[in-house]
């Protein structure tokens, strides 16, 4: 399988005559990121990307966010009339239609509207990747031609890896589905795919964290992407990718990654706990749009199924199932009754 992410040199050294054209504070932040240069090319095209966002433009945003779509529809369609050449414009409509009325073909119109528009738009690359793999059913490796596009042009944006990642863990998870969970009766090739795609997925996520904590590549379309908190929702998949990978290298023997993994794990369990909103708040959404999102009780689940792999960490884990189940968790209802913590 070819891989979604290269491992880059933290620091690449440029000729001076490119330095020179490089804003310092630019420069100043991107030396702190895995790839100097499409960081540099990221952050420039950011520019670029926000000219022509206007009044009508954020109105039509606020509408998104606040859950009137229809609304949102026709300020979009009203904007697109005298700005027709805004890319940004169709991507929003593309989300719009995406997101507020699963219309995933209509979405796709749009997206190709902002590709004709600028075919170096990376976001519309990335968004093209999420509707047609997770909406339209499409097939991985045509998912991964625009995802591949998406960031060879803007590697270090942390919303394409978002994306990236969560297609990639998908498939890890498909994998894992198919052996019904069971790595003992799975061939050793089945395991080796799905721990490469936890990989590159692991890889996405930490690279979209990072950004996220950088601030780099803000984006007011990228961030419609997000139904909660970006770092809150991405510190819970990023553990549980880790989680899952601590599985995969503990049945290959590698007990040491296998540890650092789960530890890591609980790491990021514990940072979105510390940003999460409320459980009721989580369950209106999900019931209101339809979805399924990270609780407080789903995290807290999962740290105490962590911490139970822990050496002395049992009364972590009881405590943590005992708080998932306060929340109302099934699951940790029962695992805190068959452990009799």
Not at 116 to 131: F, P, S
Not at 286 to 302: C, F, G, I, T
Request: net charge negative.
């Amino acid at each position: 399988m070819k891989k979604l992410i290269i491992p880059f040199l933290s620091i690449v050294a440029l000729p001076t005559s490119i330095q020179a054209n490089i804003d310092p504070k630019i420069a100043e932040i991107c030396m702190k990121a895995t790839d100097f240069q499409g960081c540099v090319k990221s952050m420039s095209v950011k520019k670029t990307d926000n000219l022509n966002i206007n009044p009508n433009f954020d109105n039509t945003l606020t509408l998104f966010k606040n859950g009137d779509y229809l609304k949102a529809s026709k300020a979009i369609n009203t904007y697109l009339k005298k700005n027709s050449d805004s890319k940004e414009g169709w991507l929003l409509r593309a989300i719009i239609n995406a997101y507020g009325f699963a219309e995933f073909e209509d979405a796709v119109e749009a997206i190709d509207e902002a590709i004709a528009i600028d075919n170096e738009y990376a976001l519309a690359y990335a968004l093209k990747a999420d509707v047609y793999y997770f909406d339209l059913g499409g097939s991985y490796s045509r998912t991964l031609k625009y995802l591949e596009r998406a960031i060879n042009i803007s590697p270090e944006d942390p919303y394409i890896n978002t994306i990236a990642g969560s297609i990639e863990s998908d498939n890890g998870f498909i994998i894992l589905e198919d052996g019904s969970y069971e790595l003992a009766k799975m061939s050793r090739g089945k395991k080796d795919s799905a721990l490469k795609f936890f990989e590159n997925a692991k890889n996405n996520y930490e690279i979209a964290l990072k950004n996220m904590k950088l601030g780099t590549n803000k984006n007011p379309l990228g961030e419609l992407l997000f139904v909660l908190d970006a770092i809150y929702s991405t510190n819970a998949e990023l553990g549980n990718t880790k989680h899952e990978l601590s599985f995969l290298y503990r049945d290959k023997r590698e007990r040491q990654t296998a540890k650092k993994y789960l530890e890591e794990a609980v790491q990021h369990y514990t940072t979105a706990l510390s940003l999460a909103p409320s459980q009721e708040d989580v369950e209106e959404i999900e019931l209101d749009r339809d979805m399924d999102l990270w609780s407080p009780a789903e995290v807290y689940l999962n740290r105490g199924n962590a911490y139970s792999w822990l050496n002395n960490k049992w009364k972590s884990a009881c405590r943590d199932w005992k708080a998932s189940k306060k929340l109302g968790n099934r699951d940790a209802q029962d695992i805190y009754r068959e452990n009799k913590c």
